[in-house]
């Protein structure tokens, strides 16, 4: 759906990035929508992919993953094959909680949380077990600055 959002929409879209946990009577009434409106909104969002899921925000502290590590991966192999594989092997690995395949120097970026650096080193060596990689990076986030799941979709307003 790339198409310009209606405001509605955008308004419902910005009310779940806040709480997912809202009711949708509160929603309409916040928008000014009859609880129908919203409701069927809301379904042709979901319909459409643009809600894939609702979720719960757990702070990573306080369930012991303290530690966040960006992993730089640059191959010599481009082939799918060793892509699928790659991409595979990433996806056993709970840990692992973003994969991106970038342009640039780099080739691909993993995002880790883990409770410390010999987790870290855990994950690592089960990688390294499923699939040959020879250049590898990590990188230990000290401190988050900012951390958000919402996205600016304010600008997607239908004129």
């Known amino acids: 759906m790339a198409e310009d959002f209606h405001t509605h929409d955008v308004k419902i879209l910005e009310i779940l990035q806040q709480d997912a946990t809202r009711s949708l009577e509160s929603i309409a009434d916040e928008i000014g929508v009859s609880l129908n409106t919203c409701?069927?909104?809301?379904?042709?969002l979901e319909d459409d992919g643009v809600l894939e899921r609702?979720?719960?925000l757990i702070d990573n502290e306080k369930v012991g993953l303290p530690l966040t590590v960006f992993v730089s991966v640059r191959t010599s192999d481009h082939s799918k094959g060793w892509a699928d594989r790659f991409t595979a092997a990433v996806i056993d690995i709970p840990?692992?909680?973003?994969?991106?395949?970038?342009a640039g120097d780099v080739d691909y970026i993993?995002?880790?949380m883990v409770g410390n650096?010999?987790?870290?080193d855990r994950v690592y060596q089960s990688l390294i077990a499923k699939i040959g990689l020879s250049d590898v990076?990590?990188?230990f986030a000290m401190?988050?600055?900012k951390f958000t799941t919402e996205l600016p979709i304010r600008q997607k307003l239908k004129a």
Do not use: G, H, Q
């Open 54 to 56: 609702r979720v719960a």
């Open 117 to 120: 650096v010999a987790d870290y």
């Open 137 to 139: 990076s990590a990188s």
């Open 110 to 112: 993993l995002k880790m």
């Open 39 to 44: 409701w069927r909104r809301v379904r042709r």
């Open 143 to 145: 401190e988050k600055l």
């Open 95 to 102: 840990e692992i909680v973003e994969f991106y395949r970038l």
